[in-house]
Protein backbone atom coordinates (compact mmCIF):
# COMPACT_ATOMS: atom_id res chain seq x y z
CA UNK A 1 0.00 0.00 0.00
CA UNK A 2 1.23 3.41 -0.77
CA UNK A 3 2.18 6.55 1.99
CA UNK A 4 -0.49 8.12 0.37
CA UNK A 5 -3.19 5.24 0.60
CA UNK A 6 -2.05 4.68 4.76
CA UNK A 7 -2.05 8.08 5.05
CA UNK A 8 -5.78 8.47 3.60
CA UNK A 9 -6.86 5.73 5.96
CA UNK A 10 -5.75 7.15 9.07
CA UNK A 11 -8.86 9.23 9.79
CA UNK A 12 -10.95 6.02 9.46
CA UNK A 13 -8.84 3.91 11.80
CA UNK A 14 -9.43 3.87 15.76
CA UNK A 15 -6.91 1.87 17.88
CA UNK A 16 -6.56 1.09 21.22
CA UNK A 17 -4.87 -1.29 23.60
CA UNK A 18 -6.42 -4.72 21.92
CA UNK A 19 -8.45 -3.25 19.28
CA UNK A 20 -8.23 -2.10 15.60
CA UNK A 21 -11.17 -0.41 14.08
CA UNK A 22 -11.17 0.57 10.79
CA UNK A 23 -14.44 2.41 8.62
CA UNK A 24 -14.00 0.87 4.58
CA UNK A 25 -16.62 2.91 3.60
CA UNK A 26 -20.34 2.02 2.40
CA UNK A 27 -20.39 -0.80 0.52
CA UNK A 28 -21.63 1.59 -2.86
CA UNK A 29 -17.96 2.97 -1.99
CA UNK A 30 -16.33 -0.55 -2.63
CA UNK A 31 -16.16 -0.23 -6.07
CA UNK A 32 -13.80 2.91 -5.78
CA UNK A 33 -10.94 0.74 -3.98
CA UNK A 34 -8.42 -0.05 -6.03
CA UNK A 35 -4.61 -1.56 -5.30
CA UNK A 36 -1.53 -2.24 -7.36
CA UNK A 37 -0.23 -5.82 -8.00
CA UNK A 38 3.25 -6.24 -9.39
CA UNK A 39 2.96 -7.62 -13.03
CA UNK A 40 -0.88 -7.07 -13.10
CA UNK A 41 -1.68 -3.71 -13.07
CA UNK A 42 -4.07 -2.06 -10.83
CA UNK A 43 -7.23 -3.77 -9.65
CA UNK A 44 -10.28 -1.81 -9.21
CA UNK A 45 -12.63 -3.14 -6.42
CA UNK A 46 -10.35 -5.22 -4.61
CA UNK A 47 -9.51 -4.20 -0.54
CA UNK A 48 -6.70 -5.51 1.24
CA UNK A 49 -7.35 -5.08 5.30
CA UNK A 50 -4.39 -6.89 6.89
CA UNK A 51 -2.03 -4.11 7.14
CA UNK A 52 -4.48 -1.78 7.89
CA UNK A 53 -5.92 -3.44 10.81
CA UNK A 54 -3.07 -5.65 12.02
CA UNK A 55 -4.72 -9.10 11.58
CA UNK A 56 -2.01 -11.61 12.85
CA UNK A 57 -3.46 -14.64 11.67
CA UNK A 58 -5.52 -13.87 8.59
CA UNK A 59 -5.87 -12.17 5.68
CA UNK A 60 -9.77 -10.82 4.47
CA UNK A 61 -10.52 -8.41 1.98
CA UNK A 62 -13.35 -6.43 0.61
CA UNK A 63 -13.98 -6.70 -3.30
CA UNK A 64 -17.01 -5.68 -5.78
CA UNK A 65 -16.59 -7.16 -9.34
CA UNK A 66 -19.08 -5.06 -12.16
CA UNK A 67 -21.77 -6.64 -14.33
CA UNK A 68 -20.03 -8.77 -16.83
CA UNK A 69 -16.05 -8.82 -15.19
CA UNK A 70 -14.26 -11.86 -13.86
CA UNK A 71 -11.36 -13.02 -12.62
CA UNK A 72 -8.73 -12.97 -15.78
CA UNK A 73 -6.85 -15.65 -14.33
CA UNK A 74 -6.82 -18.74 -12.20
CA UNK A 75 -4.97 -19.10 -8.92
CA UNK A 76 -4.40 -21.33 -6.02
CA UNK A 77 -2.38 -21.28 -3.07
CA UNK A 78 0.58 -22.56 -1.70
CA UNK A 79 -0.95 -22.24 2.16
CA UNK A 80 -3.70 -20.81 2.79
CA UNK A 81 -7.60 -21.75 2.05
CA UNK A 82 -10.23 -19.18 1.57
CA UNK A 83 -13.59 -18.22 2.24
CA UNK A 84 -16.05 -16.31 -0.19
CA UNK A 85 -19.09 -15.15 1.82
CA UNK A 86 -21.15 -13.25 -0.94
CA UNK A 87 -23.21 -10.09 0.22
CA UNK A 88 -25.01 -8.88 -3.52
CA UNK A 89 -25.10 -9.51 -6.36
CA UNK A 90 -24.87 -13.14 -9.02
CA UNK A 91 -21.99 -14.96 -10.51
CA UNK A 92 -20.46 -18.31 -10.77
CA UNK A 93 -17.01 -19.79 -9.14
CA UNK A 94 -14.93 -22.14 -11.24
CA UNK A 95 -13.04 -24.09 -9.01
CA UNK A 96 -11.33 -27.44 -10.37
CA UNK A 97 -13.49 -27.20 -13.33
CA UNK A 98 -16.91 -27.58 -11.58
CA UNK A 99 -18.99 -24.72 -11.86
CA UNK A 100 -20.87 -23.08 -8.90
CA UNK A 101 -23.27 -20.62 -8.79
CA UNK A 102 -23.32 -17.88 -6.18
CA UNK A 103 -25.33 -15.21 -4.69
CA UNK A 104 -26.26 -12.97 -1.66
CA UNK A 105 -26.04 -15.20 1.36
CA UNK A 106 -23.57 -18.19 -0.58
CA UNK A 107 -20.80 -18.96 1.47
CA UNK A 108 -17.63 -20.99 -0.38
CA UNK A 109 -14.20 -22.28 1.35
CA UNK A 110 -11.42 -23.70 -1.14
CA UNK A 111 -8.42 -25.10 -0.02
CA UNK A 112 -5.52 -24.44 -1.01
CA UNK A 113 -4.80 -26.60 -3.86
CA UNK A 114 -8.11 -25.53 -6.01
CA UNK A 115 -7.76 -23.90 -9.40
CA UNK A 116 -10.29 -20.94 -9.02
CA UNK A 117 -11.43 -18.13 -11.03
CA UNK A 118 -14.97 -16.34 -10.39
CA UNK A 119 -17.03 -13.88 -12.89
CA UNK A 120 -20.08 -11.59 -12.32
CA UNK A 121 -22.69 -13.00 -14.91
CA UNK A 122 -25.64 -10.35 -13.26
CA UNK A 123 -26.54 -6.86 -13.58
CA UNK A 124 -25.68 -5.74 -10.70
CA UNK A 125 -22.08 -5.15 -8.46
CA UNK A 126 -21.12 -8.67 -7.12
CA UNK A 127 -19.77 -7.98 -3.61
CA UNK A 128 -17.64 -10.35 -1.90
CA UNK A 129 -15.28 -11.18 1.42
CA UNK A 130 -13.00 -12.72 0.85
CA UNK A 131 -10.66 -14.50 3.97
CA UNK A 132 -7.70 -16.21 3.77
CA UNK A 133 -5.90 -18.34 6.51
CA UNK A 134 -3.52 -21.17 6.65
CA UNK A 135 -4.81 -24.26 6.12
CA UNK A 136 -5.67 -26.90 8.92
CA UNK A 137 -4.60 -24.16 11.19
CA UNK A 138 -7.73 -23.40 13.93
CA UNK A 139 -7.52 -25.28 17.27
CA UNK A 140 -9.89 -23.39 18.80
CA UNK A 141 -13.63 -22.08 17.37
CA UNK A 142 -16.70 -20.62 18.25
CA UNK A 143 -17.71 -20.43 22.18
CA UNK A 144 -14.80 -22.95 22.32
CA UNK A 145 -12.61 -20.68 22.34
CA UNK A 146 -14.22 -17.75 24.47
CA UNK A 147 -13.88 -17.19 27.84
CA UNK A 148 -17.05 -15.03 30.13
CA UNK A 149 -15.98 -12.39 32.21
CA UNK A 150 -17.43 -11.48 35.63
CA UNK A 151 -17.66 -8.39 34.75
CA UNK A 152 -20.94 -6.73 34.21
CA UNK A 153 -22.22 -5.06 31.26
CA UNK A 154 -23.13 -1.62 31.07
CA UNK A 155 -23.25 1.35 28.44
CA UNK A 156 -22.92 5.21 29.36
CA UNK A 157 -26.35 6.83 28.65
Known amino acids: MSDSTMHGNKSKIRTGTNFTAYKSGARSEWPDHSLEIPGLGEIHGKHFLKDIVGFTGSEISINSLPPGAGMPFYHQHQENEEIYIFIQGRGQMQIDGEIIDVQEGSVVRIAPNGLRTWR??????????VAQMRANSLRQYGFGDGVVSEKKVTWPN
Do not use: K, Q, T
Not at 120 to 129: D, F, K
Open 120 to 129: NNSHEPLLYI
